[in-house]
T-cell receptor
């Protein structure tokens, strides 16, 4: 059974304090590793897809990386508007993404 | 371009009653997914439509849940009769392709069963 585990569950940062979120996955035949952002009362919003180990993608202050067992979402000099829940998902042979529980990020001004 | 829309945004019903949730995907998206998030848990897959056909319904909890997608357009998810453990947020997502890629999510329908 595909599994995705995210850590930490919650993270509080000061504005400008860089950090990383972790996503460990166990998926047979990884097809894609996804990062989503979810704001309160909203649906998940797509950020990145990573397909193979060693791949990296960047968007503004966010950078996602992928190894054979885990993915990291690096947040550089975060701002309060980066506060949200960040979800990781992985899909294998069935193409259906399996989600982790998410990391709730709060960035204090 | 309109995104994925879901209705109602919140429904409160008594145990034993019936509720029908509706999802309108992005126009032209053949793939439609239903997911559910129970409080404190991860978002869990329920089922996947390709056009009007159920491609994978392995995540449906039991036969109290019935999903349909008429004409390959909007989809409904009916819960009958509702139980307390059915409470949660039901998300619908759509995508233009079946392969691993971006899912476009709606804002969700929160179901509270009392």
């Amino acid at each position: 059974e595909d599994q995705v585990t995210q850590s930490p569950e919650a993270l509080r940062l000061q504005e400008g304090e860089s950090s990383s979120l972790n996503c460990s996955y166990t998926v047979s035949g990884l097809r894609g590793l996804f990062w989503y952002r979810q704001d309160p009362g909203k649906g998940p919003e797509f950020l990145f897809t990573l397909y193979s180990a060693g791949e990296e993608k960047e968007k503004e202050r966010l950078k996602a990386t992928l190894t054979k067992k885990e993915s990291f979402l690096h947040i550089t000099a975060p701002k309060p508007e980066d506060s949200a829940t960040y979800l990781c998902a992985a899909s294998g042979g069935s193409y259906i993404p399996t989600f982790g529980r998410g990391t709730s990020l709060i960035v204090h001004p | 371009e309109a995104g994925v829309t879901q209705f109602p945004s919140h429904s409160v019903i008594e145990k034993g009653q019936t509720v029908t949730l509706r999802c309108d995907p992005i126009s032209g998206h053949d793939n439609l997914y239903w997911y559910r998030r129970v409080m404190g848990k991860e978002i869990k897959f329920l089922l996947h439509f390709v056009k009007e056909s159920k491609q994978d319904e392995s995540g449906m909890p039991n036969n109290r849940f019935l999903a349909e997608r008429t004409g390959g357009t909007y989809s409904t998810l009916k819960v009958q009769p509702a139980e307390l453990e059915d409470s949660g947020v039901y998300f619908c997502a759509s995508s233009p392709t079946r392969g691993p890629g971006e899912l476009f999510f709606g804002e969700g329908s929160r179901l509270t069963v009392l």
